[in-house]
């Protein structure tokens, strides 16, 4: 497989954490770079891209991310594969659940490169903007409701990239 670029925006953390753990079971073949430390070509040079962001109120990506995603639409995304990954809160906030992983899917400049998309069972909420057609569209973690699951959600949705990527 293709090296994979795996790009986060984290305000308090989580998503980081989140974004390591990934690179982890992806092992050498998995670099990480937070979203605030880069320019276009960083992200230009990889086929396997992975972009991660929390969730900050109804319809809002982490900050870093809002400041970076214009910048997308300088890039060619044909021939390359691209996965997302969301951070939330299910318990305080079930009508924006992971609102910022909606919101960076609806910002992409390409969608037909998206895999990645994760089963919206086991989730409790009321609305979610990265809820498509009964699917999210991409990995959704909840580090404060749903903690003891993260691990074994990213162990499954790596053996379904594996797949995916290029
Ligand atoms: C002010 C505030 C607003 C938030 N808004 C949402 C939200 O609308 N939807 C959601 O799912 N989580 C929301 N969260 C939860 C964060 O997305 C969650 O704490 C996440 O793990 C933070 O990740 P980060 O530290 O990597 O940025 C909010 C948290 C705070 C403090």
């Not at 979203?35 to 109120?57: H, V």
């Not at 490169?113 to 909840?142: I, M, N, R």
């Amino acid at each position: 497989m293709e090296t994979i670029g795996i790009f986060y925006g984290s305000t308090s953390g989580t998503t980081k954490s989140a974004a390591i753990e990934i690179q982890k079971a992806f092992g050498k073949n998995a670099d990480i770079h937070d979203i605030k430390d880069i320019n276009i070509d960083m992200i230009a040079r990889y086929t396997n891209l992975i972009f991660g962001t929390s969730a900050w109120g109804i319809g809002d990506m982490q900050d870093d991310w809002e400041d970076f995603i214009d910048n997308l639409s300088g890039i060619d995304f044909s021939g390359k594969k691209l996965a997302l990954f969301g951070l939330g809160d299910q318990d305080e906030y079930p009508e924006s659940f992971v609102d910022g992983l909606g919101t960076l899917y609806c910002r992409l400049p390409d969608k037909s490169v998206v895999v990645g998309s994760w089963p919206t069972e086991g989730y409790s909420y009321y609305f979610s903007l990265a809820d498509k057609d009964g699917k999210f569209v991409g990995l959704v973690l909840d580090e404060h409701s749903q903690a003891a699951s993260s691990a074994e959600r990213i162990s499954r949705w790596i053996s379904q990239l594996k797949k995916e990527f290029i």
